[in-house]
């Protein structure tokens, strides 16, 4: 029999390499918050620290957009100015800040925060329960976290500790809520809040050695530091390649001309961003006998 017959092949590798493939340019890592026709989501997740112990991490990232000539082109990654090295998006940002400041600030990185979850409850897409994921946030959505994981001395004197929210044996889940803001159209998260499992209940109730299956998760986590090694970025040249495609021309960029890496550019007048207030938590009251599920569903 001729085994080297190209159906015999295609069987034994179990795939066509003729056959069309679909690119994602999806980072599968990454969970993303199913949303409804109004752009309303809701989901119930718990945080974790990674398998190094690494609650969260801050990073820089780029999304230009830019409409030229009837045509958009668009740029959406880290900046590798997140590690401290150059970026031709943020130098652009800098040196033409003064002559347009509109247009400039789509070349601003923006500040992130990445960290790992396990997704607790999802009802759009319930096949997403019991994975971990990376998580990305803005920094308003940080500084809710920040406000649980750390007191002031004012605070400490009032009898207020820290909430172990990245330890999911305090109890401690994240009700993630975004909707769609009318007067312009922007997706919020800031219904988002904490809520701690009443009768000393947490993730892993029912299921078990809490410290065992916790301790299972946290394996399973991906390590935030990766994100930060320089090879995780694309290099100068690269990046400067990239700028080209989305300007077209727009400062003279993309047209045979090269920005020039900036040592001092400089620097635009800072806007300070509001403090966002820690809401009030609302925990749900639930009998003894109540399951974990129900009180889990009834968020």
Excluded: H
């Amino acid at each position: 029999m001729d085994n080297f017959d190209f159906g015999s092949i295609v069987k034994a590798i179990g795939e066509n390499p003729f056959a069309k493939k679909e690119t994602s340019y999806t980072d599968e890592r990454f969970y993303v918050l199913p949303k409804n026709s109004d752009g309303s989501g809701s989901a119930i997740i718990a945080l974790l620290p990674d398998m190094n112990m690494v609650p969260i991490i801050k990073m820089l990232k780029l999304d230009t957009t830019i409409e030229r000539n009837g045509q958009r082109r668009w740029v959406n990654m880290y900046s590798p100015k997140s590690i401290g090295l150059p970026c031709p998006f943020a130098e652009t940002y800098y040196n033409y800040y003064n002559e347009d400041p509109t247009t400039a600030k789509r070349f601003k990185p923006k500040e992130k925060y990445v960290c790992n979850i396990k997704v607790i409850k999802d009802p759009a897409k319930p096949e997403n329960e019991g994975k971990i994921f990376l998580y990305e946030m803005s920094k308003s959505l940080a500084d809710k976290i920040g406000s649980m994981v750390t007191v002031d001395e004012e605070q400490k004197a009032m009898g207020i500790a820290p909430k172990e929210v990245f330890n999911p044996l305090s109890g401690w889940v994240f009700n993630l809520k975004c909707f769609k803001k009318k007067e312009n159209g922007i997706t919020s998260y800031d219904n988002s809040e904490f809520i701690q499992l009443p009768n000393g209940k947490n993730i892993y109730t029912d299921k078990g050695d809490p410290v065992a299956l916790r301790n299972e998760d946290v394996k399973k986590t991906y390590s935030l530091r990766d994100l930060q090694k320089p090879e995780s970025f694309k290099s100068y040249d690269e990046m400067v390649a990239e700028l080209k495609k989305v300007c077209r021309g727009l400062f003279g960029i993309g047209e045979g001309t090269q920005p020039t890496q900036s040592t001092q550019p400089t620097q635009p007048a800072k806007t300070e961003t509001p403090t966002q207030p820690t809401p009030e938590v609302n925990i749900p009251v639930a009998e003894k006998s109540e399951s974990l599920d129900d009180l889990l569903n009834s968020l």
